[in-house]
């Protein structure tokens, strides 16, 4: 919360995201597991920012849906799912784990079809906007989140193979529009056509 507090009067940043979700911890469970947890410290983190707040779910959980509802409900401004897997990896000539803390975050394409679900399954319960995240390496995976519901996308592991492939992915999504003549982005959003 003083973390919080001293960002909230700092005019150069615009919003904080609450990251509930790290896998990269010695602790049992995230708080982004439970959606009581969820809730109690998003409320706690609202009291003390006026500030758009964006709360970072969690994939390791049975339905991501309960915990971005208690998130809105504490006050959360926008979601940003999702945060990486849980997984490990195994020397198989030591037989001793590749990280020092034995489990870690999977992230990068491997998670982008779980990602892109968990987006489309949120976007279908919430009222606040979602940031896609989780393998976008491409224009094509771009707009995969925003067809499944996210307002934005976050790039991280592709930046470490091609540091431009953000400005390729807003010129590629600018193509994108004007191919299929859409007028804005936005009409992108949710816009995935499911048969019934």
């Given at each position: 919360m003083v973390l919080t507090k001293r960002l909230d009067k700092v005019r150069a940043v615009a919003a904080?995201?609450?990251?509930?979700?790290?896998?990269?911890?010695?602790d049992a469970k995230l708080v982004s597991q439970d959606a009581r947890a969820t809730y109690s410290l998003v409320k706690r983190v609202r009291k003390f920012t006026q500030k758009t707040l964006i709360t970072k779910l969690s994939a390791n959980v049975t339905d991501i849906t309960e915990i971005a509802l208690a998130a809105q409900k504490a006050?959360?401004?926008?979601?940003s799912l999702i945060n990486t897997l849980t997984a490990m990896r195994i020397d198989v000539?030591?037989?001793?784990?590749m990280l020092a803390a034995v489990i870690g975050g999977l992230?990068?394409?491997?998670?982008?079809?779980?990602?892109?679900?968990?987006?489309?399954?949120v976007y279908q319960k919430v009222k606040?906007?979602?940031?896609?995240?989780?393998?976008?390496?491409?224009?094509?995976?771009?707009?995969?989140f925003l067809i499944a519901g996210a307002s934005a996308i976050a790039v991280g592991t592709a930046n470490f193979i091609n540091p431009r492939v953000s400005i390729e992915i807003i010129e590629g999504i600018r193509r994108y529009l004007l191919e299929?003549?859409?007028?804005s982005?936005?009409?992108?959003?949710g816009s995935l056509r499911c048969q019934t």
């Open positions: 904080i995201e609450l990251n509930i979700s790290c896998p990269n911890i010695k006050g959360s401004d926008a979601i000539r030591s037989r001793r784990p992230s990068g394409p491997a998670i982008r079809p779980i990602a892109v679900r968990m987006v489309w399954e606040i906007p979602l940031i896609g995240m989780g393998g976008i390496i491409d224009t094509f995976s771009a707009l995969e299929h003549r859409i007028g982005v936005n009409k992108l959003i």
